[in-house]
């Protein structure tokens, strides 16, 4: 049984959002595979309002790095320790067997060499793997320089694997964490990339990393725009076929000169994950959302800004606008959308049916005609003021929401996703195997219907 | 009329063979029986199957949906279930896209409210393991879930035998390795394994360590986690 004190370092350690454990506080989301359930689980919640989910923890905090935000690099005064990888293994199964946990989510900082610590990986995640025929979830953090072998020997033993990106430009990386280079971290992503493509080919059964791979931006301790970032993800989701890219708002923990002394609001990083949302889901391009060179605006949501800057399209009549267009109404998420699009068949609807159907119409009544009526502001200036942020109480609620960690999530698909997914394609059932980095296919490729698609509404999946 | 029903599927379902044609009727569990004139509804099994059939063929997903609805652990859940039954034999067919209907609405609701709970508790249930290796967990859930989530657990550990016992009804789902089954369990006593303090005492540990203060937000960790659901966690004891 490992010891308490070394539990506690090794996990104190993994929880800051700027190291090598992180990949997006609390939303990492498990998506088991094996014995795990198709949807990912809470299994507890801290004060701090995060979801348990994953046994998240270093397997050492000894690092030979100086990341300049990292609170574990090598010059660090902070108390150090390696576990064993049988430690690791043994804690793993029995928190798993007492339903503590879905899964593992095992990072390390470069203890000695990239390839020793990348092989002390590979042995946790084997031992569970084989010796303890372990089938729950489980998240590796690859180590950027390790021996490409290692790289691959691990990827057939885990669900997912993550190299984070950590700062958006070559320039900034360099700057902040100078061992690292995004070629280092581009390469063995695109290595995975390749063999997984090579494992489906040969294979039509098992698995090569069947929840993909992630990444991780810090927001806000370097100098680039909103606009940049949300670029970079869409590049990442179309070329790189990534499931998720987690973004973390910078938070002080280490004194340094090149490094902002304040906190990123949560604001920011928030308005990126709405955005990050819309590409994903909503069927929005990067250059849509973020104009080349700006900052999301932090006073509106990103798609209320979107049609703030396009009032042309709008107010689209709810009894008749396609499901595309109903998803660009501020307020109307994929949920809603989707029931809309599924009561409008049996009768049209007024503005009393979709408050009956909670459908929130704060936002969405300056947007929307129901029957031909309108119960919005009566100009554009109007609606600007009601809409921005001071105006609205609902913000510090909505953003507690939207951190809810994605239960729904198989490997990056959510319900908004399935369900969008699902009702987009009308019912067409199998885009069998589908699903690597296209917008919407893994939704498509959880449900089959319609009907399908109701039940995860009203039931589980 | 009202209408009593002894909370089965099969008593239900009789039950809405003798209510259907009435306009007024208002079917509750046994157990809330109101003063003044009441039907008890004695279960007869081959009509209700023929109903059953009779309702498999106009909607495919309808008998499990009347499943979940019995489980729920709400004021009038049978009367729910029996209007959103009465309108699919009504219009013969599925209805549960016509969700600006009140009694499609309110079964939706009801069947959402069960279905969030299984979710939960698939992550909420704390097993501890007995001297025997055998795993224990107490719980105390809305709805009368216990055997969904023992059918969970049997696929995640399939070599451990387990008690999931639902300590409000009590009732107990057991997996004993090969069968799985339900009994009626007052109250259990458990001889710990020698490991299971120690276990604890790390699954604590880890649940203080991975917080972070600063952040606080209760109200939030309150709404994702009832106060009512804390009393069988191991980090909240
Ligand atoms: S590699 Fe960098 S981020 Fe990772 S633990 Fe070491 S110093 Fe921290």
Known sequence: ?461 | MIYLTDGTRDGFLTAFLAAWGDEEAVLLPKNKRPLGPCVEIVPDPKRAQKALCRFRELDGGCMRELDRLLRCGDEGHIQTAFRYLLLIAKRGGPVRGMLSHPDVLKAEQALRRVAHEIDRMKGFVRFSESASGALYAPLSPDNDIVDILARHFQKRLPEYPFVLHDVKRKKAAVWDGEHLFLAPLEKAEVMLSADEDGWQTLWKTYYSAVNIPSRERLRQQRGYLPVRYRKFMTEFQ
Not at chain 1, 131 to 151: M, N, Q, S, T
Not at chain 1, 379 to 400: F, I, N
Request: with cysteine; charged share 25%; net charge positive.
């Open chain 1, 1 to 461: 049984m490992i010891s308490e004190e070394k539990l506690k370092i090794l996990t104190e350690s993994a929880k800051y959002d700027v190291s090598c454990s992180s990949s997006g506080s609390g939303r990492t989301n498990g998506g088991g595979m094996g014995n795990a359930a198709p949807a990912g689980c809470c299994h507890s919640f801290t004060p701090d309002g995060r979801c348990i989910s994953l046994l998240k923890i270093l397997l050492s905090n000894r690092c030979i790095y100086s990341c300049r935000y990292c609170p574990n690099r090598a010059d660090a005064d902070v108390p150090r320790a390696s576990a064993t990888p049988e430690e690791i293994a043994e804690l793993t199964l029995d928190f798993y067997k007492r339903n503590y946990i879905e899964g593992l989510f095992l990072s390390s900082a470069v203890e000695k060499t990239p390839d020793f610590t990348m092989e002390r990986l590979l042995a946790a995640v084997r031992l569970l793997r084989t010796k303890y025929r372990f089938h729950g979830y489980i998240h590796l953090k690859g180590i950027p320089r390790a021996d490409a072998g290692l790289v691959s020997e691990a990827a057939k033993y885990a669900d997912r694997m993550s190299y984070n990106l950590e700062l958006p430009t070559e320039a900034s990386l360099k700057l902040l964490a100078p061992q690292k280079s995004t070629e280092s971290l581009l390469s063995p992503m695109r290595q995975l990339v390749k063999e997984k493509a090579e494992f489906k080919e040969e294979h039509k059964k098992g698995h090569f990393l069947p929840a993909g791979q992630t990444t991780q931006l810090i927001v806000g301790a370097s100098p680039e725009p909103d606009s940049r970032i949300v670029r970079l993800s869409e590049a990442l989701y179309h070329k790189m076929g990534l499931k998720r890219v987690y973004y973390s708002s910078y938070v002080p923990v280490v004194q340094d000169s090149l490094l902002p002394t304040l906190p990123v609001g949560q604001l920011r990083e928030h308005r990126l994950y709405q955005a990050d949302w819309l590409l994903r889901f909503y069927g929005f391009t990067a250059e849509e959302i973020a104009p080349e060179g700006e900052n999301l605006p932090l006073e509106y949501d990103p798609k209320c800004a979107w049609a703030l800057r396009n009032p042309q399209c709008f107010p689209v009549e709810v009894n008749t606008a396609p499901l595309e267009m109903l998803l660009r109404v501020p307020g109307i998420g994929g949920r809603g959308a989707y029931k809309i699009t599924e009561a409008r068949r049996y009768a049209a609807l007024d503005f009393g049916d979709l408050k009956r159907m909670r459908i929130v119409l704060k936002r969405a009544k300056h947007f929307i005609t129901c029957k031909g009526k309108y119960l919005g502001a009566k100009d554009e200036r109007a609606v600007k003021g009601l809409l921005a942020l001071g105006a609205r109480q609902d913000e510090a609620r909505q953003m507690s929401l939207f951190d809810e960690p994605e239960r729904w999530s198989l490997g990056g698909a959510d319900s908004a996703g399935v369900l969008v997914g699902a009702a987009i394609l009308g019912g067409a059932g199998s885009a069998g195997g589908a699903g690597e980095g296209r917008m919407l296919s893994p939704a498509v490729w959880l449900l089959g219907t319609r009907e399908t698609a109701l039940a995860a509404l009203t039931g589980e999946l």
